[in-house]
């Protein structure tokens, strides 16, 4: 079955450059260092520690594991490798760590790419942060004794019916994974149900509670928002909007801004492509709109634009309300757990399959309230704009749940150092 999946994979290589070059149009990075998809990449730096590969798809699984990154840093004893597959994961890889770690794209799943990277850097120890799987990688670390982990895994019913469709080749790369550090039970019932060996299967929770939000980030958010809201005006942030959810946010802050005027909205596009077009909207809303990549006075300004990479967890402090996108649109919804760690009392679509267990807890908690639409939202914030009190203690419900699930990386680091 490997076999015919790297048969279509070379076939269509030339899409996957194409669609490269596509989205090179509105993200100029997308049209550089190709060779690096190709396995090609410099090892200039590389010396004689043994390698710890890390293994982060973009932006928001580099965030998730920036602290555990962080943590080998500072222990010395590995280089580090950490690769991505987008520009905007890269971009914050090189500004958060530099030179202080090996950089590049992962290859393309072919076995000539993957082994040419392999022999390139030869890790010890491949952890990939979590479900980004690829056969030929699994089978290449497998067939060169590279332990690999899946840190952090997550596997949602329609992803497990994605893998399902080739059930086969499922099985054969999942029992070749050394370990899964699985999220929760039901995740990890279904990963074994694809293949993973039940020893193989690890329930440490979600790194992604144990954030730790550095002094410089609270004071520049208390900045930002006295910036914005001079005389402590409220502030929605809908954080991480996909197209299709821009519309109802805007519709949703008219409404409430007929009751409230004061009110302030921040909003954070997911992907830097549709910055653009997002600006566009919201002038054509006929609000004050005004780019936190002009860094123009924001006073009189009703909507910050969030187009700069890597201040998503500044802007929601800056916050007292949220929406978490990707869930309005049959996405599966982004990260709360940002929003939580703020205190922020926490609004979403209904689409939450990819963060289902932290939804869960957020709804029964009082933290988390789902709407369906625009009217929806407005109508369930006005109530919170209203009464602050109200406002306080769901942002006080979102905070406990997190604060109660903190714990899951050191268990992760006490799994990858029996590897290392």
Same mark, same amino acid.
């Given at each position: 079955m490997?076999?015919?999946?790297?048969?279509?994979f070379?076939?269509?290589?030339p899409?996957?450059?194409?669609?490269?070059? #596509?989205?090179?149009?509105k993200?100029?990075?997308?049209? !550089?260092?190709?060779?690096?998809?190709?396995?090609?990449? *410099?090892?200039?730096?590389?010396?004689?520690?043994?390698?710890?590969w890390?293994h982060?798809?973009?932006?928001g699984?580099?965030?998730?594991?920036?602290?555990?990154?962080?943590h080998?840093?500072?222990q010395?004893s590995?280089?580090?490798?950490?690769?991505?597959?987008?520009?905007?994961? *890269? !971009?914050?890889?090189q500004k958060?760590f530099?030179?202080?770690?090996?950089?590049?794209?992962?290859?393309?799943?072919?076995?000539?790419?993957?082994?040419?990277?392999?022999?390139?850097? $030869?890790? #010890?120890?491949?952890?990939?942060?979590?479900?980004?799987?690829?056969p030929n990688?699994?089978?290449?670390?497998?067939? /060169?004794?590279i332990?690999?982990?899946?840190?952090?895994a /997550?596997?949602? $019913?329609?992803?497990?019916?994605?893998?399902?469709?080739?059930?086969?080749?499922?099985?054969?790369? %999942?029992?070749?994974?050394? %370990?899964?550090?699985?999220?929760?039970?039901a995740?990890?019932?279904?990963?074994?149900?694809?293949?993973?060996?039940? !020893?193989?299967?690890?329930?440490?929770?979600?790194?992604?509670?144990?954030?730790?939000?550095?002094?410089q980030?609270?004071?520049a958010?208390?900045?930002?928002?006295?910036?914005?809201?001079?005389?402590?005006?409220?502030v929605?942030?809908?954080?991480s909007?996909?197209?299709? !959810?821009d519309?109802p946010? %805007?519709?949703a802050?008219?409404?409430?801004?007929?009751?409230?005027?004061s009110?302030?909205l921040?909003?954070?596009?997911?992907?830097?492509?549709?910055?653009?077009?997002?600006?566009?909207?919201c002038?054509?809303?006929?609000?004050?709109?005004?780019?936190?990549?002009?860094?123009?006075?924001?006073?009189?300004?009703?909507?910050?634009?969030?187009?700069?990479?890597?201040?998503?967890?500044?802007?929601?402090?800056?916050?007292?309300y949220?929406?978490?996108?990707?869930? %309005?649109?049959?996405?599966?919804?982004?990260?709360?757990?940002?929003?939580?760690?703020?205190?922020?009392?926490?609004?979403?679509?209904?689409?939450?399959?990819?963060?289902?267990?932290?939804?869960?807890?957020?709804?029964?908690s009082?933290?988390?309230?789902?709407?369906?639409?625009?009217?929806e939202?407005?109508?369930?914030?006005?109530?919170l704009?209203?009464?602050?009190?109200?406002?306080?203690?769901?942002?006080?419900?979102a905070?406990?749940?997190?604060?109660k699930?903190?714990?899951a990386q050191?268990?992760?680091?006490?799994?990858?150092?029996? /590897?290392?």
């Amino acid at each position: 079955m490997r076999f015919f999946y790297s048969i279509l994979f070379f076939v269509l290589l030339p899409l996957a450059f194409w669609r490269l070059w #596509q989205r090179g149009k509105k993200a100029p990075a997308y049209r !550089e260092r190709w060779a690096e998809r190709l396995g090609i990449s *410099s090892t200039k730096g590389r010396d004689q520690r043994p390698l710890l590969w890390f293994h982060t798809v973009s932006v928001g699984e580099f965030i998730a594991a920036k602290s555990l990154i962080q943590h080998y840093v500072d222990q010395g004893s590995h280089q580090l490798l950490i690769t991505c597959m987008t520009p905007t994961g *890269s !971009e914050q890889i090189q500004k958060n760590f530099g030179k202080n770690v090996l950089h590049c794209y992962l290859p393309y799943d072919l076995q000539p790419c993957i082994n040419a990277f392999l022999t390139r850097y $030869q890790p #010890q120890v491949f952890v990939c942060i979590e479900t980004e799987l690829w056969p030929n990688l699994i089978h290449a670390c497998h067939k /060169r004794h590279i332990p690999s982990i899946v840190a952090n895994a /997550r596997l949602s $019913q329609k992803s497990a019916r994605g893998y399902g469709l080739v059930k086969r080749m499922s099985r054969s790369m %999942l029992s070749k994974i050394t %370990l899964a550090a699985i999220q929760n039970t039901a995740d990890a019932g279904r990963f074994v149900k694809l293949g993973l060996k039940p !020893e193989r299967a690890k329930i440490i929770g979600n790194i992604k509670y144990d954030l730790n939000i550095p002094e410089q980030i609270q004071k520049a958010a208390q900045a930002l928002k006295k910036e914005l809201c001079p005389e402590a005006e409220p502030v929605f942030i809908a954080a991480s909007t996909h197209s299709g !959810e821009d519309e109802p946010v %805007l519709d949703a802050f008219s409404a409430l801004k007929k009751q409230y005027p004061s009110l302030r909205l921040i909003l954070v596009p997911r992907h830097p492509e549709r910055f653009n077009d997002v600006y566009k909207l919201c002038q054509a809303s006929g609000f004050n709109c005004l780019r936190r990549s002009d860094n123009k006075e924001l006073k009189n300004c009703d909507i910050l634009l969030g187009d700069t990479m890597g201040e998503l967890l500044l802007m929601l402090g800056a916050s007292d309300y949220a929406f978490i996108g990707g869930s %309005l649109v049959e996405n599966g919804g982004h990260n709360y757990i940002e929003a939580a760690a703020w205190s922020l009392p926490i609004f979403a679509g209904p689409s939450t399959f990819n963060f289902q267990q932290v939804a869960d807890e957020l709804i029964e908690s009082g933290g988390l309230q789902l709407v369906k639409n625009s009217v929806e939202l407005s109508e369930k914030a006005e109530p919170l704009l209203l009464d602050k009190s109200e406002a306080k203690k769901r942002g006080s419900a979102a905070k406990a749940v997190a604060e109660k699930n903190r714990g899951a990386q050191a268990r992760l680091i006490s799994l990858i150092d029996e /590897r290392l």
